[in-house]
């Protein structure tokens, strides 16, 4: 059974930085794609980044270019998300999911194993 587990998460002043760390087990790891998506209150959870299945190619969403980085370790089994200069706009739940892919996508539809969660929450 595959399990993706979110840590990292929680309250932090604007300006803050935060590491978000998704750790997978249920499956081989450096055989698929990741990704976060984030979903803020009342809507709908967009794309954030990807990392391809060694890291060597990620995408990062326009709107978090030159602040968050998406990056991985194989052995550890473990995706990350470090989020620089955090402003109010970035409070959502960050969710990782997994591809069936060496490659990743910005579609979530293209996911097929997803975390539950971690709540980031930036104040002004």
């Not at 990392?51 to 969403?61: E, K, P, V």
């Amino acid at each position: 059974q595959v399990h993706l587990v979110e840590s990292g998460g929680g309250l932090v002043q604007a300006g803050g930085s935060l590491r978000l760390s998704c750790e997978a087990s249920g499956l081989t790891f450096s055989h698929v794609a990741m990704a976060w998506f984030r979903q803020a209150p009342e809507k709908e959870r967009k794309f954030v980044a990807s990392i391809n299945w060694n890291g060597g190619t990620s995408y990062g969403a326009d709107s978090v270019k030159g602040q968050f980085v998406i990056s991985r370790d194989n052995a550890k089994r473990t995706v990350y998300l470090q989020m620089n200069s955090l402003q109010p706009e970035d409070t959502a739940v960050y969710y990782c999911a997994a591809r069936s892919s060496i490659w990743g996508s910005p579609y979530q539809s293209e996911y097929y194993y997803w975390g539950q969660g971690t709540q980031v929450t930036v104040s002004s």
